[in-house]
Structures are given as structure tokens and as C-alpha cells.
């Protein structure tokens, strides 16, 4: 069995990691960190190895790797970039589900002009480069990383312009060759589930797909009629979903999200069954209306508390 997947998040100057080991004793206890780690200069996209002894950051202008004393394991320096770099246009990096690699995306302009984006995949214990491919695309933005339970395969996607969003599955054998495969679709990518059965995509505001890895094939797809609000309530509306939350809740559910045009009035979550479309009901209480952090295993963070439904 793989190990849980871990969310990582930057606050006052530390990297705090939270690895779910099981549902809340009681709905809504404090959550505190399964691990601290401290960074150097400014961390722009963090990620921590599944055994929690080491994480790594991307800064503008480095990748870093360090322990939980803060030392630093190896760095690797990614380069001038020509853009104008900050967390929606950074390099990106995530540790693999079996704590042994380290992917990098870094977007062309840290190339050059008109440059194409960059995949590698680093040994996490060294630092030594195993390898790198061309995604055979340039574009300005951060990619999203999604690392498969299997060790070796990546979910990437790649924002490009509105409604041109791409999605890449990569591969990184025991021999050293990487492989990179673009898929025939054009969405965003927004999860892959914890047991790396389905992914979940969107294209446009209206719907959200659910897919099975590794090919793509559409297993289910919502969309707003599916939430079975009335016609008054969508004309005073106009609700859109997905704008915060396609996560998967566990292998079998994901938390969608349905709010208003500019995602600031109107916000239910709900969860959804992924192998149908079938929308289950809202979260509870107060976590039905606000953002809420998806950890996988059943489980959510919501204002620094933990919950389950």
C-alpha cells in the first residue's frame, strides 16, 4: 500500500506537512502539523516526502531540498528566468508516492524566449539528475504535479490559455528513460484519487469530468443540472462549479464545489460519486459554504480544524 498523500503548506518562513493517519477523533479538532520544516528565502511551491524526513521548495530561483533540522540536503539552481516569477509562474516540484524521486517542472522562460517547458526527475536522497523531457510545449505558467501511487507515473498539467489547458501523463522506468505523453483532450487537470484509479479534469466552468488512468476514458461527468437547483435559483445565480474544489474525498468520492459567476457570494461543496456523476448531499455545517482542503482519506481541514463526513 502506498503511503498517504501529504499536503504542505508555507507559514512564517516554515514548511508545514500534513499526512492524514485516520478520521478525527471528533469532527472539528485542532489540526497540528505531522511535520515542520524550516526554508530559506521565499518558497513559492513546497512538497514533502511521504516519510516526512525531508521536503523540498522551489525559491525563484533554486530547487531545495532539506531535513527536518533544517539542513540542506542538495540544491539545484534553476536559472535566470526572463518572466516575471512568482507562485503562478514558478518551478513546481513534488516528491514521487515511494519518496525515491524528486519531478521538476520548470516553465520556458527560465530557457528563453519562446523556450519550451522542461519535465525532470531528480534521485530525492542526492539530488543527481536521473532524468528530463520536453513536454513540447511553451508557456508562462506554474504546472500542477500530480504523482501517481505506482512510483513511477505523473500527472501534469499545463494552463495555457482559457479553455486550451493540457494534460500530460509521464513515466519514469527503472532503466532511467522518462516518457512523456500528451493527451488528446484539452482540460484543466485538478486531482488524481488516492488510489490512482481516476483523475478528475474540467473544461470551461460547467462540468467536471472524471477519467480513468491511464488512458483518459471518461468514467462520469457533472455537471450544474446534476445539483438539482431549481430554475428561479439559477437565473439569480448563474452558478458555475469547480472554481475551488474538484478533489477527490477518497477512491470512490470528490468534493465539488458549486458558487456564483465570481466565486464571492453564493458557495455550496458537495460530494459527488465519482464511478456515476451521483451527487451525494453537501458537506456539513459550516464547511458546506467555505473553502475546504481535501486530504484524500475521507477527511478535511477547514479553518485549521479537521473533519469527516
Known sequence: ???????TYVEDGRLL?????????ENGEPVEPSASFPALGLPLRVDAAPDLRSAAYTTRDELVCVGQDGN??????????NDHVDPSRCATCAFSRDGRTVWLHRPGPYFGPGATDRLHAFDAATGAVLAQADPGLAHDWAGSLFPHPDGEHLLLGLPMAPASDHVFRARLRDDGSLTVVRYGFESFLYDLSPDGRLFATARGDDS???RAFPHGTVTSRITIEDFGYDGAFVREHDPEIGYFTADFLDADTAVVDVHDYY??????NHIVEVATGRVL???????????????????????????SF
Open 1 to 7: 500500500m502506498s503511503a498517504p498523500r501529504v499536503h
Open 263 to 268: 466565486g464571492e457570494g453564493f458557495h455550496e
Open 281 to 307: 448531499g453537501p458537506l456539513p455545517g459550516e464547511c458546506r459554504h467555505k473553502n475546504t482542503q481535501v486530504l484524500g482519506d475521507g477527511t478535511w481541514m477547514f479553518q485549521g480544524r479537521h473533519y
Open 208 to 210: 467536471i469530468t472524471f
Open 72 to 81: 540542506v540536503l542538495w540544491r539545484l539552481a534553476l536559472g535566470p528566468s
Open 17 to 25: 506537512a500534513f499526512a492524514p493517519t485516520g478520521p478525527p477523533r
